[in-house]
């Protein structure tokens, strides 16, 4: 590898189960972690971090976008070299807007670009090794991919199915100023759960694919979940109300990921900003909306012109 190559990262925040499609559905969205990976020609780690989280995330080997990078050259058989890595964060940090899912995958992507006419890493492989490195496909998949995902595991590992999104579904988020632990929150759901209720989800998780991709005005009844949502509100008492709130109103509301965020996909434009409005009656606590679009492209990595050495 020429000491001095660059690379420009580009990766979306993820919004995963969408209310029933626990652990297998996913959404990226337009909010984007950008960083610039530069290979020195010496030994050692150079990290720069603004933005979100910039000032509790590690700035040593330890940081996970430069652990998931040495992960990807030990995979492909080749030595790091010394690293010099400026990150701008956007996306919240314990948010359940998918910002551990979003480094895994930059670094993985770092790795592709220093590593391309050398070891070509494609889409299978960049999918696995997220995986692993994550513990789950639900976040990865969208942030790699884009557009809304399925994701699933067989014997031959992680697989994906990419969909567009119909275009009138128009996400919003409230984000909280609390944070929330990702294992925290997946501790809480149970391991087994009554027949009827997985025959509930498995109905709305079918029903969900054609709201999002169809029939945008079937997503009151498509993001009711009767698997995680319950369980953990013990957890996030602000934003079950802010959830059940949103929904007592007609607006198809979820928690995003394992929380704290709140998700609302609404069947048009003008419905995100009634929801945003009624959200203030809801609950005293502070939230942030973010408007949104579905990011359609997913991961991005290409050479950069800058010069590391």
């Known amino acids: 590898m020429t000491p001095g190559r660059s690379v420009a990262v580009r990766v979306p925040a993820t919004s ?11 959404l990226a969205l337009s909010v984007h972690d950008e960083l610039v990976v530069s290979a020195l020609p010496h030994p050692g780690l150079e990290i720069d971090v603004t933005g979100e989280g910039a000032s509790d995330v590690p700035t040593d080997a330890s940081h996970l976008v430069v652990r998931s990078m ?13 690293i010099r890595l400026t990150a701008r964060n956007a996306i919240p940090h314990g948010r359940g807007m998918g910002s551990s899912g979003a480094a895994v995958v930059a670094g993985l992507l770092a790795a592709k670009g220093l590593l391309a ?3 070509e890493l494609g889409a ?4 696995r090794l997220a995986t692993e ?6 976040n990865v998949a969208p942030a790699l991919f884009g557009g809304l995902t399925i994701a699933w595991m067989d014997d031959d590992g992680p697989q994906h ?19 929330m632990s990702t294992s925290v929150a997946r501790g809480l759901a149970p391991l087994q759960v009554p027949r009827e209720d997985a025959v509930f989800n498995v109905s709305r998780s079918a029903l969900l694919i054609a709201a999002l991709t169809q029939s945008p005005e079937l997503l009151m009844a498509a993001t009711q979940d009767k698997l995680h949502q319950s369980y953990r509100a013990q957890a996030m008492p602000e934003t079950d109300r802010l959830v059940r709130g949103l929904r007592a109103a007609g607006f198809a509301a979820v928690v995003s ?3 704290p965020s ?21 609950t005293d606590t502070r939230w942030l909306p973010l408007l949104l679009a579905v990011d359609v492209k997913g991961g991005t990595v290409r050479d950069n012109a800058e010069d590391a050495t």
């Open 16 to 26: 995963a189960n969408l209310g029933p499609g626990f652990d297998t559905l996913g």
């Open 70 to 82: 040495a992960y990807a050259f030990e995979a492909c058989g080749r030595a790091m070299p010394g």
């Open 117 to 119: 006419g050398d070891v």
């Open 124 to 127: 299978e492989t960049l999918l």
């Open 133 to 138: 490195l994550e513990g789950h496909p639900d």
């Open 161 to 179: 199915k990419k969909l567009a999104v119909h275009r009138g579904v128009s996400p919003l988020v409230f984000v909280p100023e609390f944070t």
């Open 257 to 259: 990921g394992a929380g």
């Open 262 to 282: 709140v998700l609302v996909l609404a069947d048009g434009p003008g419905r995100r900003l009634e929801a945003v409005e009624h959200a203030a009656t809801v």
